[in-house]
């Protein structure tokens, strides 16, 4: 990319684009007939047939100004793969990128093609190549400009979908917050508050019975001291669920690891991070793991899973994987949907492989650079 093409190579980038003239002004055509006649049925096979061609025409063109600009176009479309043909025609409708590419159709074959054929036409004059050697570059950038703005978004549409998935996940972390909040005071009055309360009436009984039943105070005392060991577990339970204190004190790996001891199914942990990742990237990590080894050991029916750690530069990327049966659905329960709310407050990902009879993967992503979030939309769970 960093070496920009010379102008023989800019001259065949033009050839090409001439060549393609013709069957992009057929396919816009294709594209406005299809779309006008969709409704008699008769429209959805020309469309069937318009927009590949459109969209593989685009694509060629997004090749050529990503070489000679020396950084990439992006498609940036609606994922569309694996959908019945109606659903597909749909997405196609929805995505703005297909509007675009239209757009971008009838430009490229009025003003695009009127900049390629100067390219040409000063190439083959022997008169002009002098011209031709210094101009090429210069309307071929120009073309290649021109095509990259209308084959991807603008930073105005970026921002606005940054802003929505911004919107979105912080009504759902406020939400997640809200019930975590919920499940705590749960457990603290239904567990620890209890048992303190039963330890104050046994110690208040112990007081009053020292005098005249000395044997009776000891038992209460000895089961005093039972309850003060049990209120202290369901406190330690409920500052696991908080902040595990092996996490703060192993890291993940190290976290994991001991999650991994504890479960039925054996796990296998490879992969080491040699710098910590932030904190609150590390709990949210940590919890998705717990959450992902607790689907397998409750419906994977695995006899062996394994978690993969990786550090990609600022990119955190952890594998869960198990040989079960698969058929794993993101949007069948509440658990990977959860891990994708908690990645996502973090603009971290969720994506999910887990074809029937396995293996089920679960990939989780997530930026350890929270001060500088990606400017594109975090990829949703499938």
């Not at 020396?70 to 597909?88: F, N, Q, Y």
Request: proline share 6%.
């Amino acid at each position: 990319m960093d070496q920009r093409p010379t102008p023989l190579r800019l001259t065949g980038y033009a050839l090409a684009q001439v060549a393609l003239a013709v069957p992009t002004v057929l396919a816009v055509v294709l594209v406005a007939v299809g779309g006008g006649t969709a409704l008699l049925v008769v429209g959805i096979p020309v469309l069937l047939v318009g927009l590949p061609l459109l969209r593989w025409i685009a694509d060629r063109h997004r090749a050529m100004a990503s070489a000679t600009l020396g950084h990439p176009v992006p498609a940036e479309r609606l994922a569309d793969e694996d959908l019945p043909i109606l659903r597909r025609l749909g997405t196609w409708g929805r995505d703005p990128m297909t509007w675009r590419e239209l757009a971008w159709g009838l430009v490229s074959a009025s003003l695009g093609l009127a900049l390629a054929l100067v390219v040409v036409v000063l190439a083959l004059g022997v008169v002009t190549l002098v011209l031709w050697y210094y101009a090429t570059p210069q309307l071929m950038r120009l073309r290649s400009v021109a095509d990259a703005r209308l084959l991807s978004r603008g930073s105005h549409e970026l921002l606005e979908e940054r802003v929505q998935v911004l919107t979105e996940t912080r009504a759902e972390t406020v939400e997640d917050s809200a019930a975590a909040l919920r499940r705590i005071e749960r457990d603290l009055h239904d567990g620890a508050q209890a048992r303190l309360v039963a330890l104050q009436m046994n110690l208040g009984l112990a007081r009053s019975l020292m005098d005249t039943d000395p044997t009776a105070a000891r038992e209460l005392l000895a089961e005093a001291s039972t309850t003060t060991g049990a209120a202290l577990g369901d406190i330690r339970d409920v500052v696991r669920g908080i902040h595990p204190p092996v996490l703060a004190d192993r890291g993940l790996a190290g976290a994991v690891q001991a999650l991994a001891l504890d479960l039925a199914v054996p796990v296998s942990v490879s992969g080491d991070l040699a710098e910590r990742p932030p904190a609150p990237v590390e709990t949210a990590a940590y919890f998705a793991v717990l959450e992902c080894l607790a689907n397998v050991t409750k419906h994977s029916c695995a006899e062996h899973a394994w978690v993969e750690l990786d550090r990609r530069d600022d990119l955190l990327v952890v594998v869960v994987g198990d040989d079960g049966r698969g058929g794993a659905d993101p949007g069948g329960g509440t658990g990977l949907r959860g891990v994708a709310r908690r990645l996502a407050a973090l603009d971290g990902s969720v994506r999910v492989s887990s074809p029937a009879g396995g293996p089920t993967l679960v990939t989780l992503e997530v930026p350890c650079e929270s001060s500088s979030p990606r400017t594109t939309p975090s990829s949703a769970t499938g």
